[in-house]
């Protein structure tokens, strides 16, 4: 049973607009949400994360929404470049003890941007 | 700059060899992971760890085992190498010192097993 979705496993935007990935997630013991950027042949790289008590947290050129009533997600890059075109993760946190947590990942939506 | 290396970016390996796959990270962290991505598949957690010799199955450990002896060490080990598994393997690591923990992976490495 996957726990995180991402339902589009690609996208493709012009350079300058906006880029929209979306995440739906379905354990409501989630509290601490996290998109990665991946590109091939290297490790993913942190790029936004957001607590559950929050409803958008901004980071430059990324802001990341949560509709906790609607366990749905989402990350908008404006404007996007093409340096932007990667596989993007969602990733949610779970409780596994006290001394560490560990993530559950989404499949990933590849973005590409245009020039 | 949180650093995490792992031994070899590309390996190949025959049906049946012991498969060692190593994983260190320089910032302290006590937390480390083990995951394989696959295509359609997403990143799926192996095995992780949060102290020395300790370790807890994820969502996927069968074939696999864990050995975290130091630290800053953590190592995935194939007991006998099979075709299904073939995959890019990611270690990360995280620190317990942060209200939530982000997790900083490795380059990863390419296994293809014959």
Redesign the interface.
């Known amino acids: 049973d996957q726990q995180v979705k991402?339902n589009s496993?690609s996208l493709s935007v012009q350079e300058g607009r906006i880029s929209i990935l979306n995440c739906d997630y379905t354990n409501s013991m989630f509290d601490?949400f996290?998109w990665?950027k991946k590109y091939p042949?290297?490790?993913?790289?942190?790029l936004i994360?957001i607590?559950s008590i929050k409803d958008k947290n901004e980071d430059g050129r990324f802001t990341v929404f949560l509709n906790k009533s609607a366990k749905h997600l989402s990350l908008h890059i404006v404007p996007s470049q093409p340096g932007d075109s990667a596989v993007y993760?969602c990733?949610a946190?779970r409780g596994?003890?006290q001394?560490?947590?560990?993530?559950?990942?989404?499949?990933?939506t590849t973005l590409s941007v245009s020039s | 700059d949180v650093k995490v290396t792992q031994s070899s970016r590309y390996l190949v390996k025959r049906t049946g060899e012991k498969v060692f796959l190593e994983c260190v990270q320089d910032m302290d962290h006590e937390n480390m992971f083990w995951y394989r991505q696959d295509p359609g598949l997403g990143l799926r957690l192996i095995y992780f760890s949060y102290d020395v010799k300790m370790k807890e199955k994820g969502d996927i450990p069968e074939g696999y085992s864990v050995s975290r002896e130091k630290k800053e060490r953590f190592s995935l080990i194939l007991e006998s190498a099979s075709t299904n598994q073939t995959s890019m393997y990611l270690c990360a690591s995280s620190s317990r010192d942060t209200l939530r923990e982000t997790q900083y992976f490795g380059p990863g490495t390419r296994l293809l097993v014959l």
């Open positions: 991402q496993p601490y996290l990665y042949a290297e490790g993913p790289t942190f994360s607590s993760f990733a946190t596994i003890n001394a560490g947590t560990a993530l559950i990942f989404g499949k990933g």
